[in-house]
Nanobody, 118 residues
Framework: QVQLVESGGGLVQPGGSLRLSCAAS????????MGWYRQAPGKQRDLVAT???????NYADSVKGRFTISRDNAKNTVYLQMNTLKPEDTAVYYC????????????WGQGTQVTVSS
């Protein structure tokens, strides 16, 4: 069973930055699409950003220009650099790994809280 472990969340003031990390338990995820999703209280879980095995990225409109997703396959880790944070970015952030062909191979981390507040 693949395990994804997120870290790097916390409390930050508006305009600040955080970097989230997601470490995978095995190296076989290099072809998987990796992504970050977030869920605010009372809301559905929404896409933040994804990166394919080939390095193509996709972002939600609300984070374009502020967030950057990247992956280091040698370390089995995906990152989310978040800059110019806003209070509306407050949510639990979840890491996801999804096989490009076999959709049942879909894994989630336990989530990390990000709170943007003064």
């Amino acid at each position: 069973q693949v395990q994804l472990v997120e870290s790097g969340g916390g409390l930050v003031q508006p305009g600040g930055s955080l970097r989230l990390s997601c470490a995978a338990s095995e190296s076989s995820l290099t072809i998987f699409s990796m992504g970050w999703y977030r869920q605010a209280p009372g809301k559905q879980r929404d896409l933040v950003a994804t990166v394919t095995g080939g390095g193509s990225t996709n972002y939600a409109d609300s984070v374009k220009g502020r967030f950057t997703i990247s992956r280091d396959n040698a370390k089995n880790t995906v990152y989310l650099q978040m800059n110019t944070l806003k209070p509306e970015d407050t949510a639990v952030y979840y890491c996801n790994a999804r096989h490009p062909l076999f959709k049942s191979l879909d894994y989630w981390g336990q989530g990390t809280q990000v709170t943007v507040s003064s």
